[in-house]
């Protein structure tokens, strides 16, 4: 480390932000170490050594650093919602409520910690009262209940009455928040490594190995009202291993269908076994010509490695991992091992019922059926006002499907 002591402050921040931003977060610890004793009066030093910590996953180590920075700024904003994130990967869920709601307090635009709230409020119901109005919100919609009667079907009447009364709780209490998702999950604690998975794809164009045992069912819906049922269903679905579930948009321009519902599997035969069950159940609760099939691991594998969805033959036939695309592994499990740890996904399982973050999304699904030309959307809400981020991803869906 060079010593950097006849610096200006603001040079010094720039170079430890630069060492962190470049992944040398050895070096960037010991940096923000130093700093922080030669500037012990500075907010945002303690915050950077904070975030820092962070993407090591030192999360005690961060709570020290933020309380320290927002002792000597109470407004820091950011500190708050870092000492979120902390407090979030520690379990400390009541904490974390509080630092986010915080940092909402101090700037209630902050994006990422009104996302954070919301996200963590699917699946923990806070029991200290708060003023925070999303948490407030969620609270009513979590009372509303829909009509789901066993093998009796989900008509479309019981999707707008239950539209129209979370429609209302929000509007009534909340006007500027967003979510830039389309997608809603019912997931148990078992993490799919999604993100890692397609960094070693898109980096190599090689499959994982983990992808090779993984299936799933897909099912195709015909229009946004199908796709709500479909939710219904999901929320109240009772599996034996409680497999990871979700409801979505279709925003790939290179795979086909627009509605969808996926439910991932372990093994070839239980996905088969979940397909029959949900053959039986969509047949009795939304309609008898859904379609259901059992696919293998991501649609963009099969793109570029055609013979990795053929499932429709012996197992024993399947296409079989390439032991040489090992060291391809390996080189994103170093590069992912070096920072933001913070980031990796926690899964918790979902809270059953409505949520902000559930009804969020059900606005850019409605969205996106009015973009696409589905009418449907019209028995549900006419004024729906998407996330600007989501606006763009559809306009662009729009445009690669017309090429």
Not at 114 to 119: F, G, M, S, T, W
Not at 261 to 268: A, D, M, N, P
Not at 269 to 295: C, T
Not at 330 to 352: A, E, T, Y
Request: positive net charge; hydrophobic residues 35%.
């Amino acid at each position: 480390m060079i010593s950097n002591e006849h610096l200006p402050l603001q040079t010094k921040i720039n170079r430890l932000v630069s060492l962190y931003e470049k992944e040398n977060l050895k070096e960037a610890l010991l940096e923000a170490k130093s700093l922080a004793n030669q500037h012990p009066s500075v907010s945002i030093i303690y915050n950077i050594y904070g975030v820092i910590n962070l993407a090591l996953g030192n999360w005690n180590e961060s709570i020290v650093c933020f309380s320290k920075s927002i002792k000597l700024k109470p407004d820091n904003a950011d500190a708050f919602y870092n000492m979120g994130i902390a407090m979030d990967n520690l379990n400390n869920f009541e904490e974390a409520i509080d630092n986010y709601a915080k940092a909402i307090e101090i700037k209630p635009d902050f994006e990422k910690a009104n996302e954070a709230l919301i996200r963590i409020l699917s699946f923990y119901d806070p029991k200290k009262n708060n003023s925070n109005l999303c948490i407030k919100t969620n609270k009513l919609l979590q009372k509303i209940n829909y009509i789901y009667v066993d093998n009796k079907k989900i008509s479309d009447d019981h999707v707008i009455n239950f539209f129209k009364k979370c429609d209302g709780v929000i509007s009534k209490n909340i006007d500027y928040l967003n979510m830039n998702e389309t997608e809603i999950f019912r997931s148990n604690t078992v993490d799919l490594k999604c993100e890692r998975h397609f960094k070693v794809f898109n980096t190599f164009n090689v499959i994982p190995e983990y992808c090779f045992g993984c299936y799933k069912v897909q099912i195709v819906l015909k229009n946004v009202i199908e796709l709500f049922k479909l939710y219904f269903v999901f929320d109240k679905l009772n599996l034996k291993n409680n497999n990871p579930r979700k409801c979505m948009v279709e925003l790939r321009s290179n795979i086909s269908g627009s509605y969808k519902g996926y439910i991932y599997c372990f093994s070839f035969n239980e996905a088969k076994e979940i397909q029959k069950q949900m053959s039986i159940l969509l047949s009795e609760k939304i309609n008898k010509n859904i379609s259901i099939d059992v696919k293998r691991g991501c649609s963009e594998f099969a793109i570029n490695h055609p013979e990795y969805n053929k499932i429709n033959i012996d197992e024993d036939k399947f296409m079989k991992y390439d032991k040489k695309w090992q060291d391809k592994e390996k080189i994103i499990d170093n590069q992912l091992s070096k920072r933001d740890q913070s980031k990796q996904r926690v899964l918790r399982k979902n809270l059953p019922g409505a949520s902000v973050c559930d009804i969020l999304i059900m606005y850019n699904w409605i969205s996106y059926a009015k973009t696409i030309g589905d009418l449907s959307y019209k028995k549900i809400a006419k004024k729906i006002k998407p996330a600007p981020l989501i606006k763009e991803k559809i306009n662009k869906f729009m445009l690669n499907r017309k090429m």
